[in-house]
């Protein structure tokens, strides 16, 4: 056989010289860059986050050299350099600013560093195959000397979350584990096997035998759902703890997390608040994920173009079913109560229904415009689109319910994900799930899907709960913070103003307002400022007592500034409508209904 010479690996190299300027540097160094001179680019979105991103905008210097000598750099769009011929080596260096405190970007100063990899490192174009180096560095300030590191990256040459040598398969290996730097704590479970890292950075207090023993369950539940062994054999959870925050992007073998610092448990502790329940709810819906987009995902996504909008329909199942199965996965281990699960059900029922945008935009339409809609909200987006995370989860309930019933509770959507994870390396396209459901079902259930995912209807949620003995009550909102799910024992408004409003120190400026409602109907729009209602100022607590006294039809004379003019309006307060949702099991079809909740 003729010699088979190894491609040499890309070497890439990542420090900081000071962290509080918020700048890393990083080198590439490519011993065979192209002849014709070598392109050099950065993703402008990130996998799991649908909108253009343009990290580029955050490089701020670049040079390249060969031999000791410099070389032309020439950028051919926002995101692509050109670097001019040479022979031997290719050195690039270049400089990212870092200052997005997010799961998406990178962020940099005397606290702590992290980084995803779409963020910090170009690809070099026509070698994207190829393994990749990289030498991650501790940042030269004295401050920095008990930092630590961690990856989820493979280890070449480093301790245990020491800084030094790592290394991917591919581009694509190496931008997709983050990395934290810093004076982080790190706890350790096991689950099925296979070890876990939970990386806490930041300020707090935390019961952290009850956060491992609910993770634990949560992870171990997930990977039984889809069957033994996981498709890792090691995890982190890198979460950032900061006074108010909430959000996640999953990876290949972490998720990178935010949350307020009392969202974690409390020492001493030991009811469970809706603040540990949604982070505990993050931190399921982003393990799902390991699954449910990470390794089944749409075929368009294999592989992922990172310059520009690659368009599907089906987020509504990658994200939309991730968030049916989160929640309920709280409720199958054991983490939260059947009350719990079925308030947070009533919720997103609720945020559905809320919204006019649900009756103008299918869960298909939503999963193709996230680019453009979803991730760019105004404060017209409860009017005009609905989220493909919330109409998704109904439809995956619907679906359920539907097969439940279709079956006698012999299959379920739980056949769908698992049929869907055996046979992950496919990718799967616009048809591929409802055939799924069709051929396990044993029905044709094609119009009953078109209808669910393709028109923008409300959904048949009250005759397919029913069925299994679920009631779904509709009333009126108690006030603006009442997100449903709970039976409201005091007096309900008749009326309702039609807008959300939010205090401060002038007045009660109006977040959004709700099509044709009592506000919008006479011209009052978002960023008024309500400074008196019948000659009185009211704080948000008075007004909201007061519309609880008021009668469909009774008038308020409204003065607000629309920027620095006053204006007054005359609203005649309208009907509230039931779209608040509460769900309460019946005495009927107990055996479904635990059939449902419990998996078994």
Same mark, same amino acid.
């Given at each position: 056989?003729?010699?088979?010479?190894?491609?040499?690996?890309?070497?890439?190299?990542?420090?900081?010289?000071?962290?509080?300027?918020?700048y890393?540097?990083?080198?590439?160094?490519?011993?065979?860059?192209?002849?014709?001179?070598?392109?050099?680019?950065?993703?402008?979105?990130?996998?799991?986050?649908?909108m253009?991103?343009?990290?580029?905008?955050?490089?701020?210097?670049?040079?390249?050299?060969?031999?000791?000598?410099?070389? +032309?750099?020439?950028?051919?769009?926002?995101?692509?350099?050109?670097?001019?011929?040479?022979s031997? +080596?290719?050195?690039?260096?270049?400089?990212?600013y870092?200052?997005d405190?997010?799961?998406?970007?990178?962020?940099?100063?005397?606290?702590?560093?992290?980084?995803?990899?779409?963020?910090?490192?170009?690809?070099?174009?026509?070698?994207?195959?190829r393994?990749?180096?990289?030498?991650?560095?501790?940042?030269?300030?004295?401050?920095? +000397?008990?930092?630590?590191?961690?990856?989820?990256?493979?280890?070449?040459?480093?301790?245990?979350?020491?800084?030094?040598?790592?290394?991917?398969?591919?581009?694509?290996?190496?931008?997709?584990?983050?990395?934290?730097?810093?004076?982080?704590?790190?706890?350790?479970?096991?689950?099925?096997?296979?070890?876990?890292?939970?990386?806490?950075?930041?300020?707090f207090?935390?019961?952290?035998?009850r956060?491992?023993?609910?993770?634990?369950?949560?992870?171990?539940?997930?990977?039984?759902?889809?069957?033994e062994?996981?498709?890792?054999?090691y995890?982190?959870?890198?979460?950032?703890?900061?006074?108010?925050?909430?959000?996640?992007?999953?990876?290949r073998s972490?998720?990178?997390?935010?949350c307020?610092?009392?969202?974690?448990?409390?020492?001493?502790?030991?009811?469970?608040?809706?603040?540990?329940?949604?982070?505990?709810?993050?931190?399921?819906?982003?393990?799902?994920?390991?699954?449910?987009? /990470?390794?089944?995902?749409?075929?368009?996504?294999?592989?992922?173009?990172?310059?520009?909008?690659?368009?599907?329909?089906?987020?509504?199942?990658?994200?939309g079913?991730?968030?049916?199965?989160?929640?309920?996965?709280?409720?199958?281990?054991?983490?939260?109560?059947?009350?719990?699960?079925?308030?947070?059900?009533?919720?997103?029922?609720?945020?559905?229904?809320?919204?006019?945008?649900?009756?103008?935009?299918?869960?298909?339409?939503?999963?193709?415009?996230?680019?453009?809609?979803?991730?760019?909200?105004?404060?017209?987006?409860?009017?005009?689109?609905?989220?493909?995370?919330? /109409?998704?989860?109904?439809?995956?309930?619907?679906?359920?319910?539907?097969?439940?019933?279709?079956?006698?509770?012999? /299959?379920?959507?739980?056949?769908?994900?698992?049929?869907?994870?055996?046979?992950?390396?496919?990718?799967?396209?616009?048809?591929?799930?409802?055939?799924?459901?069709?051929?396990?079902?044993?029905?044709?259930?094609?119009?009953?899907?078109h209808?669910?995912?393709?028109?923008?209807?409300?959904?048949?949620?009250?005759?397919?709960?029913?069925?299994?003995?679920?009631?779904?009550?509709?009333?009126?909102?108690?006030?603006?913070?009442?997100?449903?799910?709970?039976?409201?024992?005091?007096?309900?408004?008749k009326?309702?103003?039609?807008?959300?409003?939010?205090?401060?120190?002038?007045?009660?400026?109006?977040?959004?307002?709700?099509?044709?409602?009592?506000?919008?109907?006479?011209?009052?729009?978002?960023?008024?400022?309500?400074?008196?209602?019948?000659?009185?100022?009211?704080?948000?607590?008075?007004?909201?007592?007061r519309?609880?006294?008021?009668?469909?039809?009774?008038?308020?004379?409204?003065?607000?500034?629309?920027?620095?003019?006053?204006?007054?309006?005359?609203?005649?307060l309208?009907?509230a409508?039931?779209?608040?949702?509460?769900?309460?099991?019946?005495?009927?079809?107990?055996?479904?209904?635990?059939?449902?909740?419990?998996?078994?």
């Amino acid at each position: 056989m003729p010699d088979v010479t190894l491609a040499p690996m890309i070497q890439y190299q990542i420090s900081s010289q000071n962290p509080a300027t918020h700048y890393f540097d990083v080198k590439i160094l490519i011993d065979n860059p192209d002849p014709a001179g070598q392109v050099l680019r950065l993703p402008n979105w990130i996998p799991g986050s649908y909108m253009i991103r343009d990290f580029a905008r955050h490089i701020i210097s670049m040079q390249a050299s060969s031999n000791g000598n410099l070389l +032309q750099i020439d950028q051919i769009d926002k995101s692509n350099w050109r670097v001019a011929s040479c022979s031997g +080596q290719l050195c690039v260096e270049y400089q990212v600013y870092a200052r997005d405190l997010s799961v998406r970007g990178a962020h940099l100063d005397h606290t702590h560093g992290y980084y995803n990899g779409t963020s910090v490192f170009l690809e070099v174009l026509g070698q994207a195959d190829r393994a990749c180096e990289v030498l991650i560095e501790k940042p030269a300030a004295d401050y920095c +000397q008990s930092w630590r590191l961690a990856t989820t990256l493979q280890v070449k040459d480093a301790e245990a979350f020491g800084f030094g040598l790592y290394e991917a398969k591919d581009y694509d290996d190496l931008i997709d584990h983050p990395v934290e730097i810093g004076d982080f704590h790190q706890c350790r479970f096991e689950a099925c096997g296979v070890p876990h890292d939970i990386i806490l950075t930041g300020r707090f207090n935390c019961d952290e035998d009850r956060l491992l023993r609910d993770l634990r369950s949560i992870c171990e539940h997930h990977i039984r759902f889809f069957g033994e062994p996981a498709p890792v054999d090691y995890y982190q959870f890198q979460v950032l703890v900061v006074g108010d925050g909430y959000g996640g992007l999953e990876h290949r073998s972490s998720t990178s997390l935010i949350c307020s610092r009392d969202s974690l448990p409390q020492p001493g502790e030991t009811t469970m608040n809706e603040r540990y329940r949604d982070f505990l709810g993050l931190c399921s819906h982003e393990y799902f994920h390991t699954w449910n987009v /990470k390794r089944i995902k749409p075929a368009v996504f294999q592989p992922y173009d990172l310059q520009q909008e690659v368009y599907t329909e089906l987020l509504w199942a990658f994200e939309g079913i991730t968030s049916y199965y989160d929640d309920l996965a709280l409720l199958r281990c054991g983490v939260i109560e059947q009350t719990d699960y079925l308030e947070l059900l009533g919720h997103t029922i609720t945020r559905v229904l809320r919204g006019k945008g649900s009756a103008r935009q299918s869960a298909a339409a939503s999963s193709f415009n996230a680019w453009t809609r979803f991730y760019k909200q105004d404060e017209n987006a409860q009017n005009a689109i609905v989220s493909y995370y919330a /109409k998704g989860c109904l439809i995956a309930l619907c679906i359920d319910l539907k097969m439940r019933s279709l079956t006698s509770g012999e /299959k379920s959507l739980d056949d769908i994900m698992r049929a869907l994870w055996h046979r992950v390396a496919d990718g799967v396209d616009n048809t591929d799930i409802q055939q799924f459901i069709c051929d396990i079902s044993g029905s044709d259930l094609q119009e009953f899907l078109h209808q669910l995912i393709h028109q923008a209807s409300e959904l048949p949620l009250e005759a397919l709960l029913g069925d299994i003995g679920v009631e779904m009550i509709r009333r009126v909102a108690g006030n603006q913070s009442d997100n449903g799910g709970k039976i409201i024992e005091d007096s309900l408004p008749k009326v309702a103003f039609g807008a959300f409003l939010k205090q401060q120190d002038d007045g009660l400026r109006i977040v959004r307002t709700d099509e044709d409602g009592s506000a919008q109907s006479v011209g009052l729009s978002a960023e008024d400022v309500i400074v008196a209602i019948d000659g009185i100022r009211l704080g948000l607590d008075k007004f909201e007592n007061r519309l609880l006294l008021a009668e469909v039809g009774e008038c308020w004379t409204v003065h607000a500034f629309r920027r620095d003019e006053l204006h007054q309006f005359k609203v005649a307060l309208k009907p509230a409508a039931e779209h608040t949702v509460v769900l309460q099991l019946s005495d009927r079809q107990q055996k479904q209904q635990q059939a449902w909740l419990t998996g078994k």
